[in-house]
């Protein structure tokens, strides 16, 4: 890959979200046009050309394509894989879409994951809920699960879920982990090349990221990060989240992607994970991923109106989505603080006036 | 002014070069939609509607106006301050529009400035340098000046200059001030409420800034700051140059805009030169104007091709302009440190890459 005079490296994003939003917003300070496969009124297309349709000769014209969010559709996807274009590369989004694949490759390679089981059909998953685990666990279905969706927390009242016995396709049966607490950590890789930011404490509310701040040092994470990466042949930014107990991590999910808990290094780092991302893919030098400040990030969920209050606090990102609904991401906002009680103040009073009640999620 | 639901809060930008681009980069975290009174291959248009024919309509449908930069088109500028849209306002870009009224006025108001003389027409420039000046000064058109254009520094040889004979017009006559270094200031107001960033030091040659860095604590730049920015009812960022000589400043000129020697805050700040006055102008609060790093910036001067190499000092902000020309403002690279000196080496390795044999202006 080479850039040559004049923006004409091209690079296609699939999906038009918040991400693919803010991958342009870094990512236009590089000689890189962008283009994105997208309805007209998602974010991204407010910075970049959106197209639909024609998405074969796009894709034929673009020098990579990426993707912002691995639900996006078969047909683009699947091109780009087989133009030899798509980073990071098949293997993980296929991963990430079946979540029974993506935890089994893990539990294989020998990444610390809690107790699970993978069934096919909703009757087998119930079944095993209470023959292996006293009908206390996690029953997920493997497609199409992300922010909570497709997860069902029982906890004895197994009863509740009896529609899932008509329900077809894979599903894990999981222990629930009684955590200490929740982080993740943002990673990126380009050839042999890896680097990571400093892991974060997150808040997450019935699937969701609420909030997250840091750094929060912690080896393990880095340690697992590289070995993943490596193991998958990853290009591009990853985001990996866990459990901690006791001191020790078990991985929850990975995401291969830039993520949600790393929005706080376009404000608290050098280079932020959209800029890495960026850089991974044309094969540029990656950038620093040491933090300038303690920072953090709350989320604006189900609000439809900017929180202009909020600014006294931090940077409001506004997705400008074209409609509110509750649990959807609208936005969020960026706090740096002198040490980590200053960010989580700053959390506190912007958690009050989005939520004055708590969150509706 | 007040933001409603949906991007509906629009600015226009009047010219489309890097400051409107960056403008646009850092204002679209906002609920804010942008269009740009420019030509379509220039920069701001890449992430923004451009147009011109039809400017009367925009200028009416927007809700504030500003401008990137002084040297803008007449009549979108005029249009804009009949409709009381313009911010900064009007007595500002009159005074930077013609450097007798801004250095007559700063004499006036007391601020500390160069001992000069306002003339009209070339032949009475070269008399007044003569006759009050020994031949040894600079000779400034009035009109039209910016990165040194239309600066004729004379030592002594005066009759290479009887070109200026012939020219009519304001001239400003000017000591040349032996400094020890060049600095500035990036300050902001809004309402009553004033803030600045640390001031820089800058190394310009040719009348062109090569690179700065800093922060460089400066309180009499911070109070000259307050004071101007107070007397003109500006709202804004204001960018103030300045000659420091044995320890006390004097005022070269100032800029009614974000200014290239603040580019650096996009990375060493928590919030940018562009998002403050993208917040000025919409009456949003003001962010902080710490830093939280040491940080500096190099300027990419009439080179072609993106500089890929600089990465690993930096991050690139490459403009997308269609031609390279000599003196050009093609991109610049940001740099953070760990100290002055460490900023400094960056610099150092950035120039060299950039400019093997120094820079041709």
Redesign the interface.
């Known amino acids: 890959m080479r850039?040559s005079?004049?923006?004409s490296f091209r690079y296609c994003i699939l999906g038009g979200g918040q991400l693919g939003w803010m991958m342009i917003?870094e990512g236009?300070?590089?000689?890189i046009?962008f283009e994105v496969y997208a309805e007209k009124d998602e974010p991204a297309c407010?910075?970049a050309q959106c197209f639909k349709e024609d998405f074969k000769q796009r894709m034929e014209e673009c020098d990579v394509v990426t993707y912002e969010f691995e639900h996006v559709d078969d047909e683009p996807l699947n091109l780009a894989r087989d133009l030899g274009k798509l980073v990071p590369g098949m293997n993980a989004v296929e991963l990430k879409r079946a979540r029974h694949l993506e935890k089994e490759y893990l539990r294989r390679e020998g990444f610390p994951v809690p107790r699970f089981v993978t069934v096919e059909g909703g009757e087998e998953a119930l079944r095993v809920l209470r023959d292996e685990f006293h009908n206390v666990g996690v029953i997920k279905r493997s497609e199409g699960g992300y922010d909570g969706k497709g997860q069902y927390f029982i906890r004895g009242n197994a009863e509740n879920y009896n529609f899932l016995r008509e329900e077809k396709g894979y599903f894990v049966v999981e222990e629930i982990v009684d955590f200490d607490f929740e982080a993740s950590i943002i990673a990126v890789r380009r050839g042999n090349e890896f680097r990571a930011y400093p892991p974060t404490f997150n808040y997450n509310e019935k699937g969701i990221l609420v909030y997250n701040y840091g750094p929060f040092w912690n080896n393990e994470m880095v340690k697992i990060a590289e070995e993943l990466t490596k193991k998958l042949n990853y290009t591009g930014v990853m985001g990996i989240e866990f459990f901690v107990k006791d001191g020790k991590v078990i991985i929850n999910e990975f995401a291969p992607r830039v993520h949600n808990t790393g929005h706080y290094t376009l404000?608290g780092a050098?280079?932020s994970q959209f800029?890495q991302h960026v850089?991974a893919l044309a094969g540029?030098?990656l950038?620093?991923t040491n933090v300038?400040?303690f920072s953090g990030m709350v989320n604006i969920l189900g609000i439809?109106?900017?929180p202009?209050d909020t600014?006294?606090y931090g940077?409001?990102?506004?997705y400008?989505k074209?409609e509110s609904r509750k649990r959807r991401k609208m936005g969020h906002i960026n706090v740096?603080g002198n040490d980590l009680s200053d960010v989580k103040g700053k959390i506190e009073n912007i958690m009050g006036i989005l939520y004055p009640n708590g969150p509706d999620l």
Chains 1, 2 share one sequence.
């Open positions: 850039f005079r004049h923006n917003l236009s300070k590089f000689p046009t407010k910075l404000d050098e280079v800029e850089r540029l030098e950038g620093p300038l400040s439809g109106e900017p202009l600014l006294r940077t409001l990102y506004w400008g074209t740096i």
